[in-house]
């Protein structure tokens, strides 16, 4: 078995967070138990590039019970519990490479080490494993191994994997786990929701009531944040270039300006938009002293570092994962996590509940890939209705909770168009 860890000896501190953490994923349970059963993915080898904590070693556990050969490395290289890894290798048989604070070299190694085995199926999240095999392909002869399908966890991830195939070179078939109702809802929500808030909180300290907490970008994550802030008593101000969405903020109770206006009042920025150079030197000139800013989109672009570091006359870390920024009128400004994603820089990421839903899509969406790999084009696809559904229902279930049925009466009913008024 191969792998690249940080520290072998933090298995054991590693094993008992996941144990806590899988404790906590009901669904996935019910999954894994099946899939001891019926080994959908017997003999069959999947790579995966995501964050290596304790809620994906859920997943990695679920994939072993259904047969299959599960390598991981990891999606981000400051997301990366070390005593995960140690304990996914040590405790549970799982090929991980992936050590946090890595450096690119080293992160596009691990990547190199997980498509040296040829997976069959990939799950990723971000899309680096898939936009790696792309460009190879691209250079190599007709001999190149595709595996049949991939999944994708994140909205940055599947906005890549759209304009590939929009532009007609996407060269297999994905899954976007992101899209099922039983993953934006829960997962972007209040997922996202929580632990970026939990993020800023930790590293910071900061009182968050009271406080401008500004937020760019109003998608699910964006509500998420917004909502979480505002029920910790900040005042909550939202930066959107989409009229629909803005308006949806509006009407949520919250105050929306163009993020010139907002960069003058706000004490916390939070980026969570998918795109690049969201705040940048116009902002940073604009914003009070102690301003904190910080980034819960998928990658380190959102907030344009390059431009802070050149403006910025001095710069030193105050905490852990704290960078304090002076500027030439003596302003201070705070960047969180290097700018990388501040809920799994700063934190642990999503509560086990959250992600136990959006990794039983993942699950299930495998076993669909395998079952059903002749089938599928070259593709970005939804999630089935019939695993989005069958995931809430596992999760309700779990819950103890019941819900009625309709009768053969209803079904005719909204079946039919005779009966009117």
């Known amino acids: 078995m191969n792998y690249d860890i940080k520290d072998k000896n933090l298995a054991k501190i590693g094993k008992q967070r996941i144990e806590w953490a899988v404790q906590r994923m009901p669904v ?24 290596i904590t304790t809620e994906t070693a859920g997943l990695a556990i679920t994939l072993k019970a259904a047969g299959a050969r599960a390598l991981f490395c990891a999606s981000n290289p400051l997301s990366t519990q070390d005593d995960t890894a140690a304990s996914l290798v040590l405790d549970y048989g799982i090929e991980v490479f992936a050590i946090n604070a890595e450096n690119t070299k080293v992160y596009y190694q691990h990547i190199d080490s997980v498509l040296a085995v040829k997976p069959q199926i990939t799950l990723d999240d971000g899309a680096d494993l898939v936009s790696t095999i792309h460009k190879r392909a691209a250079g190599s002869g007709k001999d190149f191994h595709l595996p049949w399908a991939s999944t994708e966890e994140t909205t940055t991830g599947v906005i890549r994997l759209k304009a590939l195939e929009k532009e007609g070179r996407l060269l297999y078939p994905v899954i976007a786990v992101n899209d099922a109702y039983t993953k934006h809802l829960f997962d972007n929500r209040y997922g996202t929701g929580q632990s970026t808030l939990d ?122 994962l704290v960078r304090e920024y002076t500027l030439k009128d003596k302003k201070r400004i705070y960047l969180l996590g290097e700018g990388r994603l501040v809920n799994l820089a700063c934190a642990e990421g999503h509560p086990a509940e959250v992600m136990d839903l959006s990794f039983a899509n993942q699950a299930l969406s495998c076993e669909y890939i395998a079952k059903n790999k002749d089938k599928l084009k070259k593709k970005v696809y939804k999630v089935p209705d019939v695993i989005d559904l069958k995931v809430a229902e596992l999760k309700l279930k779990s819950l103890g909770i019941k819900i009625d049925k309709l009768t053969l009466e209803q079904k005719a009913y909204l079946s039919a168009w005779q009966e009117g008024t």
């Open 28 to 51: 996935l349970e019910q999954i894994r138990q099946r899939f001891s059963r019926e080994q959908p993915l017997k003999g069959l080898t999947v790579a995966a590039c995501l964050h």
């Open 199 to 320: 993020g800023i909180i930790r590293s910071t300290n900061k009182l968050i009531a009271g406080t401008t907490v500004v937020i760019c970008g109003y998608g699910w994550c964006g509500r998420g944040a917004s909502q979480r802030a505002r029920g910790m008593g900040a005042k909550v101000v939202i930066c959107e270039v989409d009229h629909l969405k803005a308006l949806e903020a509006v009407m949520d109770g919250f105050s929306v300006m163009p993020m010139k206006e907002a960069a003058k009042l706000g004490d916390i920025f939070i980026t969570v938009t998918g795109d690049i150079n969201v705040i940048t030197t116009e902002h940073f000139r604009l914003m009070k002293d102690q301003a904190i800013i910080s980034n819960s989109g998928h990658f380190d672009v959102e907030i344009d570092i390059k431009s802070l570091e050149k403006i910025a006359v001095k710069k030193r870390e105050v905490k852990p």
